[in-house]
Structure formats: structure tokens, C-alpha cells
């Protein structure tokens, strides 16, 4: 699973300059963005009431924030990604990246009804974007929501043909429903209890 990159395209790496298509897009030094980002997680989780950083945080201390906030994720520190994630929400609550980031972190802990609550306003915010509607299908899985999993599959599927940007996504949900419709059926649930006796 990723989460989105920067507003800019760039993803958190350590090198000092990020190229798309030979384009310089983002130059960052990553030690300056390390120390930025300590210095605002310092003062953030030192109780600080939100008026400290001002009326809101810039975009540039957001982002500060969210590479940080990425970086955990990368490691597999959910816990502190989710603190971050979630303070960013307070401050831009409408930010999908944020979102994305809160509920990549719950479902990375097995809390997929809870991820669900966090990735539905972010397909609503881009209607376009298969990405959160795979999130979604993939926590209804998890919870055994067959039939929710497979509704998120086919507006999935639609939004990623009908879209050219997204064409990538097409085959992964293609390749989702075809397990679902070669899933054998399940079995009824029996009461082990009233076999053994009776």
C-alpha cells in the first residue's frame, strides 16, 4: 500500500532533488525538511494548543508535516504516523492525502471499519481517483462485506476506464472480481457446540 506524495509529485526520498520526466519539480535539502518536521512534531505533541502555530499551519508546514508523517508509515509506525496524520486532519480536514494517511494507518492495524470512516470522504473529494475506492474494498473484504467489496469493484473498474490517468488500476480490480467470482461459496456458520451433542 503507498500513500500519495507530496502536492507537488514528490515522494519522500533522500535525495536533495526530484526529477519527473527529467523535469526538475521539488528541491528540498532532507536534512532542513528532518529538523523543520521535529521541530513541528516537538511542539505539536508537547501539548501546545493549535493558536502556537499561528491561525493555521502553512501548506509548506503541512507538507513538512505530512513527509514526516510518511516517512513513519514507511517504517511501519503507525501509531506515530496516525498522530501526525490525525493533527494535520485538525488543521485541513479536506486534504485527501491527510485522509489517506489516517486510514492507511488504521487498516495497517487490522481497524478496517474504522479506516473505512477516513477513506470514504476521501473517494468523495475525487470521485475519479480509484485509489481510495480500492482501500475501501479491501477493508469490506477483510470484514467479510462480499457484496459491499464487490459494488466498490465495479464503480472502481468504471471510474478507472472511463479515466485515462487511471488506467493502470484497471486490471488490478479486473483481476479482484475474477477472485470473487471464483471464490468458492462459503459455507453456512454451524454451532459446533449443538454438532458435538447432537
Not at 470512516?117 to 481510495?132: Q, R
Request: proline share 4%.
Amino acid at each position: 500500500m503507498s500513500l500519495p506524495a507530496s502536492r507537488s509529485g514528490a515522494s519522500c526520498c533522500s535525495r536533495s532533488l526530484t526529477t519527473c520526466a527529467g523535469k526538475a519539480m521539488v528541491e528540498f535539502d532532507t536534512t532542513t525538511l528532518a529538523a523543520r518536521a521535529n521541530d513541528l512534531l516537538d511542539r505539536m505533541l508537547s501539548g501546545q494548543p493549535l493558536e502556537a502555530f499561528g491561525p493555521a499551519l502553512s501548506l509548506k508546514s503541512q507538507d513538512t508535516l505530512y513527509h514526516l508523517g510518511y516517512m513513519q508509515y514507511q517504517q511501519a509506525r503507525y501509531a506515530e504516523a496516525m498522530r501526525i496524520f490525525g493533527y494535520l486532519l485538525t488543521m485541513n480536514h479536506v486534504d485527501k492525502r491527510f485522509l489517506m494517511g489516517f486510514g492507511a494507518c488504521l487498516q495497517m492495524q487490522r481497524q478496517h471499519e474504522e479506516a473505512l470512516k477516513f477513506y470514504g470522504p476521501a473517494c468523495v473529494l475525487d470521485m475519479t481517483d480509484p485509489e481510495p475506492v480500492m482501500r475501501c474494498v479491501e477493508c469490506h473484504l477483510a470484514l467479510g462485506n462480499v457484496d459491499a467489496a464487490r459494488l466498490g469493484l465495479d464503480y472502481g473498474l468504471k471510474q478507472a476506464r472511463a479515466h485515462a490517468a487511471h488506467h493502470g488500476w484497471t486490471d488490478r480490480f479486473e483481476t479482484m472480481l475474477g477472485f470473487l467470482d471464483n471464490a468458492p461459496a462459503k459455507a453456512p456458520a454451524t454451532n459446533t457446540l449443538e454438532n458435538a451433542n447432537g
